[in-house]
């Protein structure tokens, strides 16, 4: 998710400027003379000092979350990598951020890299021709250094058109605390989650912490079941509109999620409560169960963080007669940067675009949110947050993923899934009655 993150705004983006420096004495990014007479230096400076616009929905340098820290050791190392090369950086927040970049696409007024979803989110910049296709330039040799499958939801009409930095998942977060506390056991089975919400509530704990006003957290809990009852596959043809969202299994999940409503399992009234709030009742010890992406773990294991040491993270619960298995995750490679198809200095932006991509996939799994979607060696990963490296060896044996539906699905398929799914979890239609509508509102054709 997002990453997800809902964070604050902050500034407006500068418009790309590009300044020739004056020959001298200084250095090319190569490390050539800047003053040579030879036709490959006389180029360098030529091109030496640029400027490359860049906007991000990383906005606070100070977050302790995951995917900030690696985002902002990342553009730093690349700023002393190319010292020629001026990157200015402008971060928006949560929501704003993807108004923001929607409006410059249709004012064709796009930086020059900008973070942007895969999926269906990127289908319009696609179809706008806002996008620098890459295929030719990863050829490279980029290519051969990535996990295999992690451009697939950066891939359209088999072009390339973003490189990944992490891949990520979802994950089940229990406070072992609260567990012990409470009489419970690690949940294997949809039999033992509905048996510690019970122990747990018995002991007044909230038993799962869900921001569901925020709309995505719920999302999650959807599309999990649904990966359980129904397998990645099928959800993921039915988000490409190719099968159908209203199935028996798909109903049958919606059940399970209904289930968890009735039985109080998200707390008394989880559509008023925030991303934030959810993330603070579990953080403090007042949640025994999350239900999020890794980008958490930071908070999580932060030195000042009440829960440090007191979670432990497992795969989530099998469902019996469910056609999904417990190595099948809510999850994958759908964030990245895209370059701006009429960037000037497309050659040198591209080196600088690829080294970011790859520092940052390193620096991120190193700050504890996500396996890393570049092979290769990662440095000293003998303090990389334990949380981070158990799902790395969760989800090792993974044998399908399916994307937040959020950025899988197109903008108004969005938001008619999120009206869909607050409807239902506001106990206003049936778990038939949701996938009914999620049919003939999002893929009407099947």
Not at 417 to 423: A, P, R, V
Request: proline share 4%; with cysteine; aromatic share 10%.
């Amino acid at each position: 998710m997002k990453m997800f993150r809902k964070i604050t705004s902050l500034g407006v983006a500068a418009i790309l400027t590009v300044t020739l420096a004056a020959c001298g004495s200084t250095k090319s990014d190569s490390g050539q003379p800047a003053g040579s007479n030879s036709p490959k230096s006389t180029a360098a400076a030529a091109v030496e000092k640029i400027k490359i616009s860049m906007w991000s929905q990383f906005s606070d340098p100070n977050s302790k979350d995951g995917g900030f820290i690696g985002f902002y050791k990342a553009l730093d190392a690349t700023k002393a990598k190319f010292p020629n090369v001026e990157i200015e950086h402008t971060g928006i927040g949560g929501e704003a951020y993807k108004t923001k970049i929607k409006t410059a696409s249709a004012a064709n007024e796009l930086p020059d890299i900008f973070f942007s979803w895969g999926g269906g989110f990127a289908q319009p910049f696609v179809a706008g021709n806002r996008i620098l296709p890459l295929q030719d330039l990863a050829k490279d040799g980029t290519i051969d250094k990535l996990v295999q499958g992690t451009t697939d939801n950066f891939t359209f009409d088999n072009k390339l058109y973003g490189l990944p930095t992490n891949i990520a998942t979802a994950n089940l977060y229990i406070n072992t605390e609260l567990f012990q506390a409470a009489g419970a056991k690690v949940p294997a089975t949809w039999e033992d989650l509905l048996a510690d919400i019970n122990l747990l509530k018995a002991k007044n704990i909230t038993p799962i912490a869900l921001g569901a006003k925020d709309r995505w957290p719920a999302m999650f809990w959807n599309s999990i079941l649904d990966i359980r009852m129904g397998g990645t596959a099928a959800v993921n043809a039915a988000l490409n509109k190719t099968a159908s969202f209203d199935t028996p299994d798909f109903q049958a999940a919606g059940r399970k999620y209904k289930e968890l409503i009735d039985a109080k399992a998200f707390g008394e009234n989880p559509l008023g409560t925030s991303y934030d709030e959810s993330i603070n009742m579990f953080l403090t010890g007042k949640a025994a169960i999350l239900y999020m992406g890794a980008w958490v773990n930071g908070q999580i294991n932060a030195p000042d963080s009440a829960v440090k040491g007191k979670v432990d993270v497992v795969k989530f619960p099998t469902i019996s007669g469910g056609k999904g298995n417990a190595d099948e995750w809510h999850g994958g490679s759908g964030e990245s940067f895209f370059i701006n198809k009429d960037v000037k200095n497309k050659e040198r932006v591209w080196e600088v675009y690829k080294y970011f991509m790859e520092t940052m996939a390193k620096e991120v799994y190193l700050a504890g949110s996500g396996s890393s979607a570049w092979k290769g060696d990662l440095g000293d990963t003998s303090k990389v947050d334990p949380l981070a490296v158990k799902i790395g060896q969760l989800s090792a044996k993974a044998t399908g993923f399916s994307y937040w539906w959020d950025q899988m699905l197109s903008g108004n398929d969005t938001e008619s899934m999120f009206g869909s799914l607050m409807k239902f979890t506001a106990g206003k239609v049936t778990p038939e009655e949701f996938t009914k509508e999620l049919q003939s509102k999002i893929n009407p054709g099947k």
